[in-house]
């Protein structure tokens, strides 16, 4: 099964205006990777419109951060699926662990707008992670088996649709990563696990990316472990000159 590599950058809470230049660097620079490598950038909700215009007819595209599960309604400072899409949103990143541990997201809160962003037409980024206290007792692998149960839906789900990032929340922001063994254990499990669910081929097509603490200095060997489709880069993906040797690693 052939998965086209996905790097895609999260700039968290991170960028004015003037930080749509480093789009625009990134856009170029990535376009020798396309058709090798799908490059994407998260910003915040109020730069979206505008940075999808800035890479709009690039090989970058723009993805958010988060949705309501709902598709319109009274949830102040919410923003739906569909107005995500009409900002110039491909994809949306779900289930993040600063999203399921500062608003209390549960797995079943993750489903729904796993849910909401196909309805409006976006692929689903769909995070799961460990904590360091989870992996120091051994459950890491139950942990992500159980996030990825409940967090995804039994519909809709295809290697289109649906693309999951392991993120050990350890990891994240922290400089640390998971040897390249556990890597391949997680993801092994959840490409086995997704197979189970969905099907040989649906299973096989979903991509996989590791996200936490990528760097220029560690992309080319956590590219190389199995089942590492691609990454989720937080930090690294706010410049330029950061993020594009990632994307070349996994071109
Ligand atoms: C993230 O938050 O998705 C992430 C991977 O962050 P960082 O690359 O900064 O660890």
Redesign the pocket.
Known sequence: MTRTPLVAG?W?MNGLAGHLVEAQAIAAGAAVHAGACEVMLCPPATLLSRLADAVSGTAVTAGGQDCHANATGAHTGDVAAPMLADAGARAVILG???RRADHGETDADVRAKVAAAHGAGLVAIV?VGETEAQRDAGQALDVVRSQLAGSLPDEGVSGASVVV?Y?PVW????GRTPVEEDIAEVHGAMRAALTARYGAETGGAIRLLY????KAGNAVSIAGVADVDGA??????LKAADFLPIVEAFA
């Open positions: 999260n968290k993040h662990s600063e995070c990032a993120e990891a994240i922001g922290t996200g936490g603490s990528v989720l880069v937080g930090g690294a993906s």
